[in-house]
């Protein structure tokens, strides 16, 4: 069985962060969008990755583009280890989703 060196795993490929970023993106849209978290009527349906897509179109969920653009950033230089995101009541803080 060949050994392997320890070495610290990190997208290299230029332009690989970004596009696992832009999906994590998507994936949060998506999340918002199916338990109803922002109304229906907040996303527009978009075609990405061969599916439709909902995207927000509101301006209070402008976070999502903050935070994909840092986590393309982080990605890229490996500092990123996982991305968790959290659902909270705003009435109690209580976590509904992680």
């Known amino acids: 069985m060949a050994s392997r060196t320890a070495s610290k795993d990190i997208i290299a490929l230029r332009g690989s962060a970004a596009i696992v970023s832009e999906f994590f993106g998507y994936a949060a849209n998506s999340i918002l969008y199916n338990r109803a978290v922002y ?12 599916l439709t897509m909902p995207l927000t179109q509101d301006e209070w969920v ?6 994909t653009s840092k986590n393309s950033e982080w990605l890229g230089a490996g500092k990123l280890q996982g991305i968790v995101m959290v659902i909270m009541s705003k009435a109690t803080s209580e976590v509904i989703e992680r």
């Not at 109304?39 to 061969?50: L, M, T, W």
């Open 62 to 67: 402008n976070f999502i583009t903050s935070a």
């Open 39 to 50: 109304p229906g009527e907040s996303f527009a349906k978009v075609k990405k990755y061969g």
